[in-house]
């Protein structure tokens, strides 16, 4: 087969690929970046596998960077363009089940291909745009399926993760994982716990924002993996399969809806998301998202504290658990605040400070704080003469 219509990311690397074949080597794209040019979805990574050894590539271009030498990837700069080029290479004794204790180079782009995890990534294409496919790729990407290259224990056993990227590549592309590989899956899931936690959360959260959440979300609990996933073995999986309807598009949604459905309170979901080894931005996010939606109908107050992402956080949360009406309100109830942020205040500290004669220190912060919330309540108009003549008739420092 041969591609006729390439994806630009594709045609601009070509001639990368025509110096290292005018060079005497093989080179090929390799990996996700055929399979989604197949499936003409959008490309994330270009990569390339050549039979040149990496002091190869380095006489062939003037610019490169050694990225990953000692497992032969060197990253050629062409045209201020960056392309990781890997040689052909065979690997062995995965003690950690991630990472090869050795790594061997080779010139056989078969050798090369029959240790990649599914048959769809196992696919490589020339500078021509013809599909080089050893292990039946192409057939299991017509019948939409994830399949293991050759036997899938042995791929798992290689790379536990490779157990998490199968059900993120059904959610992600809402394939089937082919009978033997699921099963393959079941048995080895207790594999996952030597993986990294920062790699189980990548591959968790794509998983999360997969078009068929809940294909991949029913595998990951059928398998075991979800055990093996932090602080999911003692959630109550179940209750995520039940709200399976509706895309997630950032990671802080992701957490929300997690400890929404968990029922965790502000004060448990720190240490829920510690344990996934979660950025502080994306926690306090969804802090702010599980406090709002426990607290929003008490009072404007708390529209104005969670601030704009957090309610919008909070309304997906209400959306995904099929609470659409208590949404839109939620929506409207933040558009129509008299005041959203600090930033909109009409007056600031060092006003204050001039208009009743203060000096700095921690009453500034108070007076601004119930100025806010005088505003938020409807209480008083965000407008700075009206606020002046506020801060003159009430003595705000013992209200």
């Not at 271009?61 to 050629?76: A, K, R, S």
């Not at 029913?218 to 399969?241: H, M, N, W």
């Not at 968990?262 to 240490?271: D, E, I, S, T």
Request: charged letters at 20%.
């Amino acid at each position: 087969m041969r591609i006729e219509h390439w994806p630009q990311q594709l045609q601009a690397a070509v001639p990368v690929l025509e110096r290292i074949n005018q060079a005497g080597f093989e080179v090929y794209f390799v990996g996700g970046c055929v399979r989604d040019t197949l499936l003409q979805r959008p490309l994330h990574d270009v990569d390339l596998a050549t039979s040149a050894y990496p002091q190869e590539i380095k006489q062939i271009f003037p610019q490169t960077i050694d990225t990953g030498i000692e497992h032969g990837t060197v990253t050629v700069i062409y045209q201020k363009k960056a392309y990781e080029i890997t040689t052909f290479r065979t690997e062995s004794g995965y003690q950690d089940y991630r990472r090869p204790d050795k790594v061997e180079f080779v010139r056989s782009l078969k050798e090369d291909l029959k240790r990649r995890d599914f048959t769809i990534n196992a696919l490589a294409m020339n500078a021509q745009g013809e599909i080089i496919d050893l292990f039946a790729g192409m057939a299991d990407l017509q019948q939409r399926q994830i399949r293991a290259v050759g036997v899938a224990a042995d791929r798992f056993h290689e790379d536990a993760l490779r157990m998490l990227r199968a059900v993120r590549f059904q959610a992600q592309l809402n394939f089937t994982i082919e009978k033997q590989t699921l099963a393959g899956i079941k048995t080895n899931a207790a594999l996952l716990s030597h993986i990294a936690t920062e790699r189980i959360r990548e591959e968790f959260i794509k998983l999360m924002e997969g078009c068929n959440r809940q294909a991949g979300l029913i595998s990951l609990y059928q398998t075991q993996l979800y055990r093996f996933c932090p602080g999911l073995a003692t959630y109550d999986f179940p209750k995520i399969l039940q709200f399976a309807a509706g895309q997630i598009t950032d990671e802080a949604t992701v957490w929300s809806f997690l400890a929404y459905l968990g029922q965790l309170k502000r004060a448990q979901v720190r240490p829920f998301l510690r344990q996934w080894k979660v950025a502080n931005n994306n926690i306090k996010l969804a802090q702010a998202a599980i406090e709002l939606l426990k607290n929003y109908q008490e009072s404007n107050w708390q529209l104005y504290i969670a601030g704009q992402a957090a309610t919008a956080i909070a309304a997906q949360v209400l959306r995904l658990t099929c609470q659409q009406e208590l949404a839109e309100q939620l929506i409207e109830q933040y558009q129509d605040l008299p005041l959203k942020s600090p930033q909109q205040l009409a007056i600031n500290g060092q006003q204050i400070m001039q208009v009743l004669n203060l000096s700095p220190g921690p009453q500034i912060g108070q007076y601004l704080k119930q100025i806010q919330q005088a505003i938020v309540a409807g209480q008083l108009v965000n407008d700075y003469p009206t606020i002046v003549n506020y801060l003159k008739n009430n003595n705000l420092s013992d209200r």
